[in-house]
Each structure stands twice: as structure tokens, then as C-alpha cells.
């Protein structure tokens, strides 16, 4: 089966840094997204990850390691904007498995 | 605008009823994806059609169905509704089959049953 783990909730302060861990479980391995959701909206796509390392986009860089079942999204000088939930996506076996997301705050 | 539309926004119906969403993908996208999104579960995916074909299935309900017509567009049928299929339903594509590399969501379809 595939098991994906993501904190439920953060809180970080406008300008910092914020990283925002998933662990994950699953068969047949093929590649880790993130995504951004704005309450009500639709998922937009954040970044992919399918071999160990950095993937560096702007003030997003997404990191893993495949070997850990261990990502990481890392969101720099954070903006209000920023609030949202992130959504970390496991592809394995023909299908994308989505995490329960995690709801950032960014307060001023 | 990510060019996947889906129809309608919002879908206020009663319980036992059945209703049929509908979306269209990118232009050139084959492939056509389905998810339930729900404040208790998560999004959750629940069929893939690539090309017209059933690719991959999820956590579908018997009672829910989909298909991809020969213009690619989708519809995903949704019959005896109860209390708890109330939820966001996107529809998502993308260009390739297996291979995906980045799928692009509808604006979904928030479904209340009453």
C-alpha cells in the first residue's frame, strides 16, 4: 500500500524561512510532487522530485531522498500569499497518491 | 487558468439522486483524471482515463462511473448520492500516460448533497 505523512499545520512569521517535511510508504516508486492550494481553489503545481537532491525554483526548492522515503518542500522569504495548504504527491503503481496537506500560516 | 474546465462550479441535489460532472482537458492532454476532495479525507484519487481508456482506478465507489469520450472530454456519473458525497470534485490532466510528470487542475465542482 502507499502511505503518505505530513504535519497537519504550520506557522511561520513573513520573510522567514519555512520547511515543510512528508515521509512516505509506497510500491513501484516513480517521482514526488508538490502542490500549492488555496482554500477552495484548485491544486497548482509546486515541483517534482524523481531522483535524490535539490530541485531549486525561485524561493521553492524541494528536496529527496528516495533511500529515506523523506521529502522535504523549503519555502524562502515567505509572503502573506504563502498562506495556503501543501500538498505532497506520491506517483507509484499508475497513480498519484496526495498527503493530507499541510496547512501553512504565514502571519505578518 | 491552468485550460481545464470543468462544468458545473456548484451542484446542490438530494440525497438518492444521480448527477453527471463533466470536464474538458488541456488541448493535446489524453490523459484525464479524477479526485474527490473532502474536509475529512483529503484529495483522493479516483480513476484515470488516458485516450479514452480506463488507466488506472482508485478509491471509486461502485456507485460513481466515468468515461472519456472520443473528443477527450470526461464525465464522471455519481448515483444514489448520500450525505457524505458532498465534497470539491476536481478533474485533472495531463499530456502523457504513465509518465506523468505534472497534472493540471480544473477549478472543480462542489457538490452538496441535501
Known amino acids: 500500500g502507499q502511505n503518505i505523512d505530513q504535519p497537519t499545520e504550520m506557522t511561520a512569521t513573513e520573510g522567514a524561512i519555512v520547511q515543510i517535511n512528508c515521509t512516505y510508504q509506497?510500491?513501484?516508486?516513480?517521482?514526488l510532487f508538490w502542490y500549492q492550494q488555496h482554500a477552495g481553489e484548485a491544486p497548482t503545481f509546486l515541483s517534482y522530485?524523481?531522483?535524490?537532491g535539490l530541485e531549486e525554483k525561485g524561493r521553492f526548492s524541494s528536496f529527496l531522498s528516495r533511500s529515506k522515503g523523506y521529502s522535504y518542500l523549503l519555502l524562502k522569504e515567505l509572503q502573506m500569499k504563502d498562506s495556503a495548504s501543501y500538498l505532497c504527491a506520491v506517483r507509484g503503481g499508475g497513480k498519484l497518491i496526495f498527503g493530507q496537506g499541510t496547512e501553512l500560516s504565514v502571519k505578518p | 487558468d491552468s485550460g481545464v474546465t470543468q462544468t458545473p462550479k456548484h451542484l446542490i441535489t438530494a440525497t438518492g439522486q444521480r448527477v453527471t460532472l463533466r470536464c474538458s482537458p488541456r488541448?493535446?492532454?489524453?490523459?484525464v483524471y479524477w479526485y474527490q476532495q473532502s474536509l475529512d479525507q483529503g484529495l483522493q484519487f479516483l480513476i484515470q482515463?488516458?485516450?479514452?481508456?480506463?488507466?488506472a482506478k482508485g478509491n471509486i465507489l461502485e456507485r460513481f462511473s466515468a468515461q472519456q469520450f472520443p473528443d477527450l472530454h470526461s464525465e464522471l456519473n455519481l448515483s444514489s448520492l448520500e450525505l457524505g458525497d458532498s465534497a470539491l470534485y476536481f478533474c485533472?490532466?495531463?499530456?502523457?500516460?504513465?509518465?506523468?510528470?505534472?497534472?493540471?487542475f480544473g477549478p472543480g465542482t462542489r457538490l452538496t448533497v441535501t
Open positions: 509506497t510500491s513501484g516508486f516513480n517521482g
Open positions: 522530485n524523481v531522483l535524490d
Open positions: 485533472a490532466s495531463s499530456a502523457r500516460d504513465r509518465d506523468t510528470y505534472e497534472q493540471y
Open positions: 482515463y488516458y485516450n479514452g481508456e480506463e488507466r
Open positions: 488541448s493535446g492532454d489524453l490523459s
